[in-house]
C-alpha cells in the first residue's frame, strides 16, 4: 500500500496571546486508519538556558541573543530568548514521538514567528489532524 498524507495543524503557543502556526504534510504507512479528523495531541514544555546552550552547541547558532543575557537584556527584547529552530524541535517530536507517532516523517513546513519565547518560559505544542487525503 502506498504512503498517505496528512495535513496536521500545529499551534504553539508561548503565551495565551501568542499563536505560531504551520501546517505540514506527513507521511507515514498506513497511519489514515488509524487517524481522524479532529485528533488531536499536545506537549506542555519549558526551555531552560542549558537547553539553548546545548542546541548551540549543536546547531552552531551561538548568537549572543539567545546565550548573553547581559547583551539580551540591551535589545528590544529584554533578554534571551529562545531559538526558533529550537521550538520547532518540540513539535517534531510531538509528531513523531504522540500524534500521529511512530513512523512519521514530515515533508515540510511554513514558519512564521510571531512573537518570541524566552528562556525560562512554559510552552504548549499542540497538532491537531485538519484533513486526511486518501
Same mark, same amino acid.
Given at each position: ?6 495535513? &496536521? $495543524?500545529?499551534?504553539? #503557543? *508561548? ?5 505560531? =502556526? ?12 488509524? &487517524? $481522524?479528523?479532529?485528533? #488531536? *495531541? ?5 526551555? =531552560? ?18 546565550l548573553d543575557d547581559d547583551y539580551a537584556k540591551t535589545t528590544r527584547f529584554g533578554g534571551c530568548i529562545v531559538h526558533g529552530m529550537l521550538m520547532n524541535g518540540a513539535i517534531s517530536a510531538l509528531i513523531a514521538n504522540t500524534l500521529p507517532g511512530k513512523g512519521t ?30
Amino acid at each position: 500500500m502506498s504512503p498517505q498524507a496528512f495535513l &496536521l $495543524s500545529k499551534f504553539f #503557543s *508561548a503565551a495565551p496571546s501568542l499563536r505560531y =502556526t504551520q501546517q505540514p504534510l506527513l507521511y507515514g504507512l498506513q497511519l489514515c486508519r488509524f &487517524l $481522524s479528523i479532529g485528533d #488531536s *495531541a499536545s506537549l506542555r514544555r519549558q526551555f =531552560t538556558a542549558a537547553d539553548v546552550k546545548g542546541f548551540a552547541d549543536v546547531s552552531g547558532d551561538t548568537n549572543a541573543l539567545h546565550l548573553d543575557d547581559d547583551y539580551a537584556k540591551t535589545t528590544r527584547f529584554g533578554g534571551c530568548i529562545v531559538h526558533g529552530m529550537l521550538m520547532n524541535g518540540a513539535i517534531s517530536a510531538l509528531i513523531a514521538n504522540t500524534l500521529p507517532g511512530k513512523g512519521t516523517i514530515y515533508l515540510g513546513q511554513e514558519i512564521k514567528f510571531k512573537a518570541p519565547l524566552y528562556v525560562g518560559d512554559h510552552c504548549t505544542v499542540r497538532v491537531e489532524v485538519l484533513e486526511i487525503r486518501r
